[in-house]
């Protein structure tokens, strides 16, 4: 028997239900604070009324923010099963399944059906390093979109002419955001320093032509803390495959990329991919016979993307080194 718990997470609570195998309507609905102490509850109280044990109970829930991590790390540290779907594949769900209304004890229920008929896939909780790498490339991200609107900021107040106290003070949030970005660029060499393995696999990435250290490191955090199967599933995750739109006669849309997953990782990959299609004889080939063959230099450019993730992918799975193509040997 699998009980399939659904949690909707908001900053304080977790509304849950819990449905059985086969079973249309919940087995019961409860909320709990979004603490240490209420997930130790809510694995209770689902155990207690399935009448399961905690190896049979599948925990589907709804990243938020970082308010689902406590809960999804405790349960599945604990043995249970647990499930991080996309939001957008719930709200498409809930319009097949003709539910208007959203509350969070809707969504709850919806979640435990989604899982009920879906039956996800089993989320792995990263490594503490992964765990660590990851916060600190957010960080820098921020720090530099920051440093970017505070030059552009002070470019245009020079232009319109003003006052030297409002450049003063430009000049030293712009200082302090630097020194901020160059302390956690340290930061994160030391955290590769400090983990062999994370190094190993920055150093095998490296050798890809094109692909440079800041968007190594990203696909390095990403592809090492998600269980792909496969490198059409990392793709895919970056909304790096082709949508398909047509339909009889009258749909004939262009295939576009679906643009989920992380907006930042898929801009670096396209700047990377802009230099590929000179300097990679794998990408390059592959972009002249796609042009041969009368698609879209844009289209292709969407093809180089996919590429690079596919290589990335692999370089990792066989823990080798790039290798050239053997028409360019090095």
């Not at 809510?42 to 905690?54: D, L, T």
């Not at 969070?104 to 790498?133: H, N, S």
Request: glycine share 6%; net charge positive; with cysteine.
């Amino acid at each position: 028997m699998t009980v399939f718990f659904g949690i909707d997470v908001a900053k304080e609570r977790l509304d849950c239900a819990a449905i059985i195998l086969d079973r249309q309507r919940p087995i019961g609905q409860k909320s709990f604070p979004n603490t240490l102490d209420g997930i130790e509850r809510a694995a209770a109280w689902v155990m207690k009324v399935s009448k399961a044990e905690i190896s049979q109970v599948h925990a589907v829930l709804e990243p938020t923010a970082a308010y689902h991590e406590l809960a999804a790390r405790f349960l599945a540290t604990k043995g249970m099963t647990v499930s991080l779907v996309n939001p957008a594949q719930i709200r498409s769900f809930a319009k097949g399944m003709a539910v208007l209304n959203k509350t969070d004890q809707i969504d709850a229920v919806l979640l435990a059906r989604y899982g009920c008929l879906a039956q996800p896939k089993a989320w792995t909780p990263p490594a503490e390093p992964l765990i660590e790498l990851q916060a600190l490339l957010a960080r820098l991200d921020d720090l530099e979109g920051d440093l970017r609107r505070e030059q552009n900021r002070y470019e245009q107040a020079c232009v319109r002419g003003c006052s030297g106290a409002i450049k003063r003070s430009f000049v030293t949030n712009i200082r302090a955001l630097k020194a901020q970005c160059k302390l956690l660029q340290e930061a994160i060499a030391g955290h590769f320093a400090a983990h062999e393995a994370l190094e190993a696999d920055l150093k095998r990435l490296l050798t890809i032509p094109a692909v440079g250290p800041k968007t190594v490191m990203r696909m390095l955090a990403l592809l090492r803390s998600h269980p792909f199967d496969t490198a059409r599933q990392a793709a895919a995750f970056l909304g790096l495959v082709p949508i398909e739109r047509q339909s009889g006669r009258s749909v004939r849309g262009r295939p576009r990329l679906s643009k989920a997953g992380n907006s930042r990782l898929r801009a670096a990959l396209y700047m990377a991919a802009v230099v590929a299609t000179k300097l990679n004889p794998d990408i390059k080939a592959q972009q002249q016979r796609l042009l041969e063959r009368g698609k879209a230099k844009m289209s292709t450019l969407g093809a180089a993307m996919r590429k690079l993730v596919h290589i990335c992918f692999g370089v990792l799975k066989s823990g080798n080194v790039y290798q050239f193509p053997a028409a360019h040997p090095t």
